[in-house]
């Protein structure tokens, strides 16, 4: 502790150069807490999938439908608790930027399938005694401003009604909050009946299942059965874990991850170049004066540990105002303004944030710190 | 005049010999600005990919026509007689089999990537005679084309690329149907490169279409001929379709992910150039500063503070402009032409597409680097011109 | 030990010191023999070269001798390891240099209290310390000044209080009027006299300057790597 005040007395000998240095690290960090919440973005679906969920589809692709009495013949499968059918509706709200996703369901199943969307028993009920009624996620409600009571205009691409009109209109009885951190909120459903008995064509077909196993660990002895149950039928189906399925989706948009990590590779490389300099800079301006610590009785360890201080403080400023700021950017919405389902910093990387700021200090300072270490101080005090 | 210029040229003589002394700092900084010309570069590509990707799927005198109200073929649909009277609308252009004009089915099936092993959604496109005709460049590269009325298909080159089970031998699984891969095709690098193509027919008997459409695709005989060709359709009591330039239409498709790609590279770009514009600032002011005395000397001596100036400038708009372009070539190696594929939202299906390092990214690039070391050597310059003579000379 | 050898703070034995400089080997000390009692002030000279701040060094454990043996208040230093030997110089050895090497990132005060950091004295104490030491160079008033702030003796005068506050033996001075005038030098000088008479304080210090020998002790001459207590041409 006594030392700090030696660490901070250096770095302000040249103020404009540790300042500029702060600022490359403040801006390494700002991308590394901007580019995790876009990580996340991709990653998060995956992350909270129930263990306990397979998704089944048909089998050639997701676009095409299933029976809807298909649902009593998966629960009937040895080892499912409950199987619940969603179906993608693909309507566009005002204009095709504005996308999300709407979904016909059964209320009940719903909320028994997803126990991470919580709505209030009142809502709820409101819901059950609507048939046009639907409920959308906080974080969508919140995008487009959207209250109870509002009446939401969507246009079928796919479904149009029965009376040859496109335009769907719910009424929006209830808003659900995630349980989790993760939980997308940017999803929009309304009752399957409702949709079944309006929609032109299509009558008692859906797109998918989600299927509740009661022991995860036999979830893919589970799902083998019921792609066994429909096996050589007109619609055979494919059935996986719900992290598969997601992962495999984000697979398709791309190596998301892959990505981020070459440019958080080349940013930080940059930035222990501009930080390892400065280091260097200031270690060999300053030859003599570590010569003259160790004259009096400064160990070598101590030196060294006095040049890895100053790097440590140097990078955990930077750091900290760097994570700060795309925290603060990260809140003020994600850059499709609002077409990804979640958009935060996850605390796992706030906490690798903080362990690559002292290995970056510890990267940057290593080199001059060693040099510190090994200076002969006979030697240094002739120059 | 001349006097002038023959400072500038011995100050910055002497400037760039000092460069080594400090080797170390000037390497961080060239290296720094490379690293974010090569992320810029890089990310960028991946829009002008999917741009170019699309642009080459479009012919200047195509169309689509589509069911109105529909964006894309996959929420499209038409009748057997919709198809035909569209096909034979004023301002096709013809030969000697008719007129140029191809209703076509779309569908998608899965087939896992070669990469990761997991599902993605392949356009699987029912064609009829017309159909290669009307894409640009359409040529078999490998195999044969399809018999027509057989469960034989052919695969754009993307395609056989980046999914599994796409060879030439090897069938993919419809319904109950084993349907063989007798050929490979190209087509200009467009979209069609990441479909598997069958005939209409066979498609339409396997997911029981009757004899519907999805979309008409035409040339015609002018790009001028598009108006018309629009309204005619339109008008048609008989018809409830909507005709787009193809152009338009694939415009249209990738313009989201384009934005959004090249929205978010400019962010990092941005964010990162700032980075490396501090360290460019920082490699400076050192060199100044460790120059000060030989600066201070040189105006004592009566040289004017503009040379000075331009001498430091050019020191980082040197270090700057090789950054720049080692930053762009080590990009164009390790991007160009390096093929991938991702969703198309609109069509909900596969799009493979090369990263695109064109010229005109390069220079941006190039460019981008030589702002950051044109604001990371001014005030360093103008800080050294400014120095007083006799305080500097003291200093040391 | 008799009482004579008790009393010798400094013995150096058949020490010799050889650098290299590449191929090159320069034997700047040869076999050469030093006692110093305590409470001792001795004066160092020779000309320019002939190893003076080399002895200075090996007795004040900031280098090792190629041969021989360096024991100071008993204790051999030049076979203790680094980390030893830098606790032993924290504890019994003052620094005085001709450029003073202070921080110039530190405050008078802070740089006095420099030493002081490698003791467990409370951050009060360190400071107490510090003012006392700052005091007895008569810099009291100066405490918060940095040293660019303050005139070469001044400097050198805060140098002398950074070197004393730890309390040490023995104290090494390479030219400490090496830089300064005669007034400031004469200062300086009156200050080691007053350390050394008042407070009993061992001192070498190595001069060019025949005035400031003149104050020591005793003085002895280096040339050619041995000690003689005439000066040579
Ligand atoms: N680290 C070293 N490496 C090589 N040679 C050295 C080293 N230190 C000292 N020398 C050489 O040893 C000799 C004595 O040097 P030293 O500094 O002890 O002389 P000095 O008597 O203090 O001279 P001055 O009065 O100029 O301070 C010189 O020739 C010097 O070049
Ligand atoms: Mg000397």
Redesign the interface.
């Given at each position: 502790m006594k030392y700090l005040y030696l660490i901070f007395s250096s770095l302000k000998r040249k103020k404009l150069r540790t300042g500029l240095t702060i600022l490359s690290i403040v801006v390494a960090f700002l991308l590394f807490g901007y580019l995790s919440a876009i990580r996340q973005a991709f990653a998060a679906g995956v992350e909270v999938a129930g263990a306990d969920r397979l998704i089944v589809r048909h089998k050639v692709s997701i676009i095409q439908l299933l029976p809807q009495s298909y649902e009593s013949r998966i629960e009937q499968v040895e080892g499912v608790d409950n199987a619940a059918h969603s179906t993608w509706f693909g309507g566009i709200y005002q204009e095709p930027r504005n996308f999300f996703a709407q979904m016909p369901v059964v209320p009940e199943e719903l909320f028994d399938m997803y126990p991470e969307y919580v709505l209030s028993d009142e809502q709820k009920k409101a819901w059950l005694a609507t048939r046009s009624g639907a409920i959308a996620g906080r974080g969508l409600a919140e995008r487009f401003g959207w209250k109870l009571g509002d009446r939401i205009p969507i246009n079928a691409t796919i479904w149009s009604k029965k009376d040859g009109g496109r335009t769907w209109e719910f009424d929006l009885v209830g808003i659900y909050d995630g349980a989790e951190k993760g939980t997308d909120t940017s999803q929009f459903f309304f009752r399957y009946d409702f949709f079944d008995e309006t929609r032109a064509f299509g009558e008692g077909l859906v797109g998918w299942y989600t299927v509740r196993v009661s022991d995860p660990d036999a979830a893919a002895e589970v799902a083998a059965a019921i792609d066994a149950e429909f096996a050589n039928s007109p619609s055979e189906t494919k059935s996986e874990p719900e992290g598969a399925f997601i992962q495999g989706f984000a697979n398709q948009i791309g190596n998301i991850g892959f990505i981020i990590m070459s440019i958080m590779s080349a940013v930080f490389f940059t930035i222990l170049l501009v930080a390892g300099n400065t280091m260097a800079y200031t270690v060999r301006e300053r030859t003599g004066e570590l010569a003259v610590l160790k004259a009096i009785g400064f160990t070598d360890r101590g030196v060294l540990s006095l040049v890895l201080g100053e790097s440590l403080a140097l990078t955990l400023v930077g750091g900290a105002i760097g994570l700060g700021l795309s925290w603060l950017l990260v809140s003020m919405g994600d850059p499709t303004q609002g077409s990804l389902p979640v958009f935060y910093i996850p605390t796992r990387d706030i906490f690798l944030g903080l362990l690559l700021i002292a290995a970056t200090a510890f990267v940057a300072g290593i080199i001059p710190a060693l040099q510190a270490q090994k200076l002969q101080i006979a030697d240094a005090l002739r120059r | 005049m001349f006097n002038w210029f023959s400072q500038v040229i011995s100050v910055i003589g002497f400037s760039i010999r000092s460069i080594p002394q400090r080797k170390?700092?000037s390497?961080?900084?060239l290296?720094?600005i490379a690293?974010?010309v090569?992320?810029m570069v890089?990310?960028l590509s991946i829009a002008q990919g999917i741009a170019r990707t699309m642009e080459s799927s479009a012919g200047g005198d195509n169309a689509v026509v589509l069911r109105s109200?529909?964006?894309?073929e996959?929420?499209s649909g038409l009748g057997g007689d919709e198809a035909r009277i569209i096909g034979e609308a004023p301002g096709i252009a013809r030969d000697d089999s008719g007129t140029l004009a191809s209703p076509e089915l779309f569908?998608?099936?899965?087939l896992p990537?070669r990469?990761?092993g997991?599902?993605?959604?392949v356009p699987l496109r029912g064609v009829l005679s017309q159909a290669p005709k009307i894409r640009n460049d359409f040529k078999i590269v490998d195999g044969r084309m399809f018999e027509w009325g057989l469960n034989e298909v052919i695969v754009g080159s993307g395609a056989t690329e980046q999914f599994t089970g796409l060879e030439i031998g090897s069938s993919i699984?419809?319904?109950?149907e084993q349907w063989p891969v007798v050929g490979i095709f190209e087509a200009g690098g467009g979209v069609a490169e990441s479909e598997i193509w069958v005939d209409a027919s066979v498609l339409q008997s396997a997911y029981r279409r009757g004899n519907s459409y999805q979309s008409v695709y035409a040339k015609l005989t002018a790009p001028a001929a598009f108006d018309e060709f629009r309204d005619n359709l339109t008008s048609d009591p008989r018809l409830n379709v909507k005709a787009m330039r193809e152009t338009d239409y694939y415009a249209a498709q990738s313009e989201?992910v384009y934005n959004?790609i090249t929205?978010?590279g400019t962010?990092?770009a941005v964010?990162?150039g700032?980075?490396?514009i501090?360290?460019a600032?920082?490699?400076m002011?050192?060199a100044v500063s460790a120059r000060t005395r030989e600066i201070a000397t040189l105006r004592a001596l009566g040289f004017h503070s503009g040379p000075v100036i331009i001498s430091v400038l050019s020191e980082s708009l040197l270090l700057a402009c090789m950054g720049g372009l080692i930053g762009a070539a080590l990009a164009w190696l390790a991007f160009d032409g390096f093929r991938?594929?991702?969703?198309n939202?609109s069509s909900?299906s596969?799009i493979t597409f090369s990263f695109d390092v064109n010229f005109s990214l390069l220079l941006q690039g190039i460019v981008f680097a030589l702002v950051i070391g044109l604001v990371g050597g001014l005030f360093p310059a103008v800080r050294a011109a400014r120095q007083p003579v006799a305080h500097a000379l003291r200093e040391l | 030990m008799t009482d004579n050898s008790d009393n010798i703070l400094v013995r150096a034995q058949g020490v010799d010191k050889v650098f290299k400089r590449g191929s090159e080997e320069i034997h700047v000390l040869g076999g050469l023999d030093l006692e110093i009692p305590r409470g001792e002030f001795l004066a160092l000279m020779g000309p320019s070269g002939s190893g003076k701040s080399t002895l200075l060094n090996l007795v004040g454990g900031l280098d090792r001798p190629s041969e021989g043996v360096v024991e100071v208040g008993g204790k051999r230093i030049d076979k203790l390891s680094e980390r030893k030997l830098a606790a032993w110089r924290a504890r019994h050895v003052g620094l005085v240099f001709q450029f003073y090497n202070l921080m110039p990132v530190l405050s008078a005060l802070k740089n006095v209290e420099l030493p002081l950091l490698l003791t467990r004295l409370s951050k009060a104490e360190r400071k107490k310390r510090a003012n006392v030491a700052l005091d007895i160079v008569g810099l009291a008033h100066r405490a918060g000044h940095y040293p660019r702030q303050l005139s070469g003796g001044e400097q050198q005068r805060t140098g002398i209080a950074r070197a004393i506050v730890t309390d040490p033996t023995l104290l090494l001075c390479d030219e400490p009027t090496g830089d300064l005038d005669r007034k400031s030098g004469d200062e300086i000088l009156d200050l080691l006299q007053a350390l050394n008479q008042e407070q009993g304080k061992t001192i070498i210090m190595v001069t060019h300057d025949i005035h400031a020998a003149e104050r020591a002790t005793r003085t002895l001459y280096l040339n050619k790597g041995r000690l003689s207590t005439e000066p040579v041409d």
């Open positions: - | 170390g700092s390497i961080a900084a290296l720094g690293g974010v090569a992320v890089g990310v109200g529909s964006d894309t996959m929420m569908v998608i099936i899965n990537m990469t990761t997991t599902d993605a959604n699984e419809v319904g109950q989201m959004l929205g978010l962010l990092i964010i990162m700032l980075g490396a501090f360290g600032l920082n490699t002011y050192t991938t594929a991702t969703l939202w909900f596969a | -």
